[in-house]
């Protein structure tokens, strides 16, 4: 089976830097994915892993060990309307998704 | 067209009843793909469509829940037989493999709220 873990929420300052972790347990893997959401809004794509290391695009970076089943998304210059639900998703084979990270940033 | 469109956004429903919402997915896009995401809840996968091969219905939650893509484009997910665990948002996406990173990312539609009284 999949499972998938993520904190349920954060909070953060405008201007700061965040990091929202994700580890998984999945039998195969073939890439992880970081959505965002807005509230009542559809998904959209942030980043995509599939080997070990870091991909960064602009302020959001995400980082992938599959040795340790573990990945992050890091958020820096965090603005107001970064306030979102942040989903970690594995595809193995499907895309299943965790239950997401609700972030509030405050002024 | 421009992006996954699906209808409607809106249905409430008595139990008991049937109900059918649709899905345009990306003009295209082979693979389309039905989650449903409940208050609280992660995405849950329901059913996966790619091209003419035969469907992977395997997060369909019940018999009760069935979906068809006809002429490879547009999808219709049927729910019979309503009931109020069934209320939720029904979240369409399509896919396509992007040439530069390889990445298959999803893109989804603004969703279909079902509630069911």
């Known amino acids: 089976g999949q499972n998938i873990d993520q904190p349920t929420e954060m909070t953060a300052t405008e201007g700061a830097i965040v990091q929202i972790n994700c580890t998984y347990q999945t039998s195969g893997f073939n890439g992880l994915f970081w959505y965002q959401q807005h509230a009542g809004e559809a998904p959209t794509f942030l980043s995509y892993?599939?080997?070990?290391g870091l991909e960064e695009k602009g302020r959001f970076s995400s980082f992938l060990s599959r040795s340790k089943g573990y990945s992050y998304l890091l958020l820096k210059e965090l603005q107001m309307k970064d306030s979102a639900s942040y989903l970690c998703a594995v595809r193995a084979p499907h895309l299943t998704f965790g239950k997401g990270t609700m972030l509030l940033v405050s002024p | 067209g421009a992006g996954v469109s699906q209808s409607p956004s809106n249905k409430v429903t008595e139990k008991g009843k049937d109900v059918e919402l649709r899905c345009d997915p990306i003009s295209g896009h082979t693979a389309l793909y039905w989650y449903r995401q409940s208050l609280g809840q992660g995405l849950e996968f329901l059913i996966y469509?790619?091209?003419?091969?035969?469907?992977?219905k395997s997060g369909l939650p019940s018999d009760r829940f069935s979906a068809e893509r006809t002429g490879g484009s547009v999808s219709t997910l049927t729910i019979q037989r309503t009931q109020q665990e069934d209320s939720a948002v029904y979240l369409c996406?399509?896919?396509?493999?992007?040439?530069?990173?390889?990445?298959?990312?999803?893109?989804f539609g603004a969703g279909s709220r079902l509630t069911v009284l």
């Open positions: 469509f790619q091209g003419n091969s035969a469907p992977d």
């Open positions: 892993n599939v080997l070990d």
């Open positions: 996406a399509s896919s396509a493999t992007s040439l530069r990173t390889g990445a298959n990312v999803l893109t």
